[in-house]
Nanobody, 123 residues
């Protein structure tokens, strides 16, 4: 069982930056696929970024060049550095973890989810 706790959300002006963090319980963190998803009001939860256990990363086209995912296996933590934020980035951001077996984009690749943290970008 893996438990995930996100932090770092908040209110920021357009063009600003935020860093989200997600701490995972358990001793298998280094073997996990870690991802970030987001869900805006009235919309489906969508893929944002992922990092495989080996370090390979993937990003949604909408955040490429603006967001960076990283992980610190010693701290069981995955981060999402968000820059050049836009009002359309406003959403609840969820951390997710899964067994690193296949593609990284679908929600179905992830077995564990955090409770979410709100990010609001004002114009």
């Amino acid at each position: 069982q893996v438990q995930l706790v996100e932090s770092g959300g908040g209110l920021v002006q357009a063009g600003g930056s935020l860093r989200l963090a997600c701490v995972a319980s358990g001793r298998t963190f280094s073997t996990l696929l870690m991802g970030w998803f987001r869900q805006a009001p009235g919309k489906e939860r969508e893929f944002v970024a992922a990092m495989r256990s080996g370090g390979r990363t993937a990003y949604a086209d909408s955040v490429k060049g603006r967001f960076t995912i990283s992980r610190d296996n010693a701290k069981n933590t995955v981060y999402l550095q968000m820059g050049s934020l836009k009002p359309e980035d406003t959403a609840v951001y969820y951390c997710a973890a899964g067994w690193d077996l296949g593609v990284v984009n679908p929600k179905s690749s992830y077995n564990y989810w955090g409770q979410g943290t709100q990010v609001t970008v004002s114009s």
